[in-house]
């Protein structure tokens, strides 16, 4: 795949999306030189799923200045000490023991840790995030943490659904919430959530093309 690919792919995503709108570049599954090439077209906010990759990747990247780390996949809280301080923002918060670990682990750097909770907002059985139920509690209980500020909501809608009803369902929490961010929107279907109102898309397979496998 050639930089010049992966540059028609980002410019084509970005004259999608408005001003206002953040757009994360999913490089789970891709190596440091497709994330490279992206850089110098311009991208800054760069999304990972697993912390083992992106401590490789970061640390084959760490000449770039300005690149802004966003975990965006499952966090156990053994985990959190290596992205202390490092990744911009986590999204997938779904649980007041991963919150107080974030916290711990911030603080111990001085800094404050940006997260958003991830909503479950089909209610899936299999699918990780807070049930929605449970999210004002959850997000009250994270915002009385030291070293850590809830920015926002996240969610990924039902594969097999119309994700439109799920992103607006995350927008009237978000609002009757205060909070502000709103992490929304992948390859597929990120026009319907910048309409719905998203702040944050997260697009991977649109910029970098299909992921290699997981050994």
């Given at each position: 795949m050639t930089g010049t690919g992966i540059a028609a792919r980002l410019a084509r995503v970005r004259a999608g999306i408005p001003a206002g709108v953040d757009l994360v570049a999913v490089s789970k599954g891709h190596?440091?030189?497709?994330?490279?090439?992206?850089?110098?077209?311009?991208?800054?906010?760069f999304g990972e799923n697993y912390v083992q990759e992106?401590?490789?990747?970061?640390?084959?990247?760490?000449?770039?200045?300005?690149l802004a780390w966003h975990f965006v996949g499952g966090l156990q809280t053994n985990k959190v000490k290596y992205l202390a301080g490092r990744v911009a923002l986590v999204h997938t918060v779904d649980r007041e023991e991963l919150g107080r670990e974030i916290a711990r682990r911030w603080g111990q750097h001085a800094a404050t840790a940006r997260v958003l909770v991830e909503v479950n907002v089909g209610r899936e059985p299999a699918k990780a995030g807070c049930d929605?139920?449970?999210?004002?509690?959850?997000?009250?209980?994270?915002?009385?943490l030291p070293s850590l500020e809830v920015a926002g909501l996240m969610c990924i809608p039902p594969a097999e659904s119309d994700p439109r009803p799920f992103f607006d369902t995350l927008r009237e929490m978000r609002d009757r919430l205060g909070l502000r961010e709103l992490s929304m929107g992948m390859s597929?279907?990120?026009?319907?959530?910048?309409?719905?109102?998203?702040?944050i898309v997260r697009v991977g397979t649109a910029i970098f093309g299909e992921r290699r496998p997981r050994p």
């Open positions: 190596p440091a030189a497709a994330i490279r090439e992206a850089y110098g077209a311009g991208q800054r906010a992106w401590r490789e990747k970061a640390e084959a990247l760490a000449d770039l200045p300005d929605p139920d449970g999210v004002p509690a959850l997000v009250a209980a994270l915002g009385a597929g279907d990120y026009a319907a959530a910048i309409e719905a109102g998203a702040t």
